[in-house]
């Protein structure tokens, strides 16, 4: 455990103290366009001990390495075409792919939980792309928050839950997309959907000129990160699909509910996606259980829905 965390702007002498701390294995907190990333050298076997420490995550769930460029990327994990076409379109940004793991990679067991693929990504945010050519690495990096628990989008949300676990948190004021990435992966030649996420699924269609498919997942021993079937939950219960607020319940509204705060009162899923676990930190410290409306099923829905069934599930 870290003695004290740093909440620090973004300026250049800030990210390079950051990049120091990566180098000597300690934890850092970076802002990225989806959520903020619980940092750490992907090729130290103990820095990357320590992210699951802090975060009390199970060592069977995966982590995501982020890379600053695609050049990178592919040091890391073997490229077919599929994957390069998406790499291509989507690279920097809210997607991740996994693929196969490199022979010779150097990136730590415990980040891929003993699998022979890994998942990568090339982040978008700016203060992640100057951290990563700082450091002059790559970092294994999941939701800088508590396992299970709602995932942070902004520095404030990070230091609720992990104060004193970290080095540093760089503190770029909210995420723009507000939801993970959206986790691509293969099953023998069918590309599929591991996760829906900042992409919607429609734009991968498109690009890949096929349909995608959601593969069965095992609890037990997840593909990818984020598949567990509990995940991204508040303290409280949380019930889905409402119309109104029952009795002692703070109710998050979109589009015709109004709810007592709205994820979007035009219906925008871009502003529902941005807002979704801000609105659910703000609901759970009320004290009160969760209800929320319906949010339909198309384009950035379908990552929310995710999110929202899996923050309402039985917990473990």
Known sequence: MQAETRLLTPETEHIAYAAMMLAQGRLVAMPTETVYGLAGDARNPSAVARIFEAKGRPSFNPLIV???????????????????????AFWPGAMTLVVPLREGSGIAPLVTAGLDSVAIRVPAHPVAQDLLYAFGGVVAAPSANPSGRISPTTAQHVAEGLDGKLAVILDAGPCMVGVESTIIGWQ???PVMLRPGGIPAEA???????????????????AAPGMLSSHYA???SVRLNANE????????GFGEVAGDVTLSASGDLTEAASKLFE?????DNTGKQIAIAPIPVRGLGMAINDRLSRAAAPRP
Do not use: S
Request: charged fraction near 25%; glycine fraction near 4%; aromatic fraction near 4%.
């Open 279 to 283: 609105l659910l930190h703000r609901a």
């Open 188 to 190: 023998g030649d069918y």
């Open 234 to 236: 508040p303290r409280a």
């Open 66 to 88: 982020h890379a600053p460029d695609l050049a990178t990327a592919a040091e890391i994990g073997v490229f077919h075409d599929e994957a390069l076409r998406l790499a291509t």
């Open 245 to 252: 607020a029952r009795d002692g319940e703070f109710l998050i």
């Open 204 to 222: 991968i269609e498109a690009c890949l000129d096929t349909t995608l498919t959601l593969p069965a997942a095992n609890p037990d021993r997840p």
